[in-house]
């Protein structure tokens, strides 16, 4: 069974980046047609996919937030990143790690972390 561990600050200021770390266990990042997402839920709004590292280590990010996104990952350490840069006050969210196959279907989640964007 692999189990999804987010963890990072709770709390990032305006204007900075806030990067948040996925622990995985139980099932290896390079796992073959894996892929390894972050997905945000804002207060009161529903689910947002934010983007995507495969086994391989390509990454794959929404329109919408590709500009200030990067997502990366430790093999070594069986650990893939977030950074989200230039954060405003509606970046605040509950931030997920999750992992399945193919691209966009999830099977397994993290249990989530929350982050407040706030001076």
């Known amino acids: 069974q692999v189990q999804l561990q987010e963890s990072g600050p709770g709390l990032v200021k305006p204007s900075q980046t806030l990067s948040l770390t996925c622990t995985v266990s139980?099932?290896?990042?390079?796992?073959?047609?894996?892929?390894w997402s972050w997905i945000r839920q804002p207060p009161g709004k529903g689910l947002e996919w934010m983007g995507a590292?495969?086994?391989?280590?390509?990454?794959y990010y929404s329109p919408s937030l590709k500009s200030h996104t990067s997502i990366s990952r430790d093999t070594s350490k069986n650990q893939f990143t977030l950074q989200l840069s230039s954060v405003t006050p509606e970046d605040t969210a509950v931030y997920y790690c999750a992992s399945g196959q193919p691209l966009h279907t999830i099977d397994y989640w993290g249990q989530g972390a929350q982050v407040t964007v706030s001076s």
């Open positions: 139980g099932g290896s990042i390079t796992t073959n047609y894996y892929y």
């Open positions: 590292i495969a086994y391989s280590g390509y990454t």
